[in-house]
């Protein structure tokens, strides 16, 4: 598989007959359409829609990707695709991070897999989860449990979309702008200190930039095989944990990761106390730590629940271990096999039980 993903910038939505003559040049192609049904309530992006004779809609969140649900959605679109050859099939996937995980996953399995093209709707997704095959559905309340790799052929990164987002997911979105910065793009995170701009006056400037510190490592380790690719999953371990339990957005939940991860590096001197408070002024820019979006404080989490979800985690290794991602200064990233237990008492350390 080639996970070196076409990516084009537009402005505007391109025509999709324009899209078929780019992505496909001389070869007939049945697009269809899988998008989020809020986007209907974008003028711009209603008018796209429209030009699918094929599509079908879905209520983006974490419901959308729960297994129990898939059934009900893979059976009506088997349906809408009845009479279609899926070997000139490529399925489209307009929407945010969910609908872009739900996208993919449908997109790998239906007749084996068919070609997928993404165009992402929310900064978090264009930045992030659009980029690199990876794609799962969550069981019960554990995310992310079945899943598979599967790049997409191209991903439409369209600035007019983000245009109408509010300020609290371009804020959330920032949590993976500011993970991959520190992992793999320092000249990112020195741009956001020096730069007075706010967020949404910058991000587009700064895509292409995060796109390409994201797939310098998930090209070298597109399987997860050798461990490299883990370095992405910084912030996520604790970050995961807050979205199950507190209903965080991932952004935000992955921020509270970060400050996690910064101070138990310290602790455990990875990182010197320089570069510790360095990182540290710089997240306080954005996010206030171990408070909810809405300036709430952390709500009392229990040590059976933050059990529970540990024990789901994806980066678990054998014997209750974690690969846990620690920060050593911006741009180098290390990771250490952790148990349970003392992320418990690290978290407990910290103050987030």
């Known amino acids: 598989m080639n996970f070196d993903a076409v990516t084009k910038f537009y402005d505007y939505l391109p025509k999709l007959e324009d899209l078929k003559n780019i992505l496909y040049p001389q070869q007939q192609r049945e697009f269809v359409l899988l998008f989020a049904e809020e986007l209907l309530e974008v003028e711009t992006a209603n008018k796209w829609i429209q030009q699918f004779s094929l599509k079908y809609q879905v209520q983006s969140g974490e419901k959308l990707k729960s297994i129990e649900e898939f059934p009900h959605h893979i059976a009506n679109i088997t ?6 050859s899926h070997k000139n099939l490529t399925l489209v996937v307009l929407g945010g991070g ?3 995980d739900f996208g993919g996953f449908v997109a790998s399995i239906y007749k084996r897999g068919i070609d997928l093209i993404h165009i992402p709707s929310t900064w978090l997704a264009a930045i992030d989860s659009a980029h690199g095959g990876k794609n799962a559905l969550n069981v019960g309340s554990v995310k992310n449990q ?15 979309l983000f245009a109408s987002l509010s300020q609290d997911p371009v804020r959330s979105s920032l949590g993976e702008l500011i993970k991959i910065g520190i992992v793999n793009s320092p000249s990112l ?15 587009w400037e700064l895509l292409p930039q995060a796109i390409m510190a994201k797939m310098n490592i998930a090209l070298q380790d597109p399987y997860e095989k050798t461990g490299l690719r883990q370095q992405l999953n910084l912030g996520h371990s604790l970050g995961h ?11 935000w939940a992955v921020a509270q990761g970060l400050y996690f991860s910064l101070h138990w590096s310290l602790e455990k001197k990875i990182i010197n106390k320089e570069s510790h408070s360095d990182i540290y002024n710089f997240l306080q820019r954005f996010f206030a730590e171990k408070q909810s979006p809405q300036g709430e404080s952390l709500p009392k989490l229990t040590e059976v629940d933050f059990l529970k979800v540990l024990a789901g985690d994806k980066k678990k290794m054998g014997n ?3 690969n846990f991602v620690f920060i050593q200064q911006l741009g180098k990233v290390v990771i250490e096999a952790v148990t349970e237990q003392e992320m418990m008492s690290e978290a407990r350390r910290q103050g987030w039980l």
């Open 79 to 84: 349906n809408l695709l009845s009479t279609q």
């Open 98 to 100: 969910t609908v872009g």
């Open 146 to 160: 079945v899943g598979t790799f599967y790049p997409a052929k191209a991903v439409i990164l369209v600035k007019e």
């Open 189 to 203: 995170i020195e741009f956001m200190k020096d730069t007075e701009a706010k967020p949404e006056d910058y991000l």
């Open 241 to 251: 944990v807050l979205e199950t339990l507190c209903g965080w957005p991932h952004g």
């Open 320 to 322: 209750n271990t974690i």
